[in-house]
């Protein structure tokens, strides 16, 4: 089990950034891939981005491509998720999720640790 995490969420103006961090206390980070989800108020949790355990492949859900960057440094046990241009459908509790197997942080629920989440509201 890994536990994770998360920081960085807060309140911003539709247009503007927040980089997310989510640090893992885990011996080896990099046999992990990593994503990020998150959930809107009365909504599912849903994908957002996922990176692979050495950060060569990333994965996005088409609604966040061209302005989130998924990014880990393996070094620090960190993952981040970069958000830009931010949209007030962007509020949500963002997740972080680690698992061995990429296939399973793709999904809402195939990951096997989770952190508590960070609240991103984005006004208008």
């Known amino acids: 089990q890994v536990q994770l995490v998360e920081s960085g969420g807060g309140l911003v103006q539709a247009g503007g950034s927040l980089r997310l961090s989510c640090a893992a206390s885990v011996r080896t980070f990099s046999n992990y891939a990593m994503g990020w989800f998150r959930q809107a108020p009365g909504k599912e949790r849903e994908f957002t981005a996922a990176?692979?355990?050495?950060?060569?492949?990333?994965y996005y859900t088409d609604s966040v491509k061209g302005r989130f960057t998924i990014s880990r440094d393996n070094a620090k046990n960190t993952v981040y998720l970069q958000m830009n241009s931010l949209k007030p459908e962007d509020t949500a509790v963002y997740y972080c999720a680690a698992d061995r197997s990429l296939q399973s942080v793709l999904t809402p629920r195939g990951a096997s640790s989770w952190g508590h989440g960070t609240q991103v509201t984005v006004s208008s």
């Open positions: 990176i692979s355990w050495s950060g060569g492949n990333t």
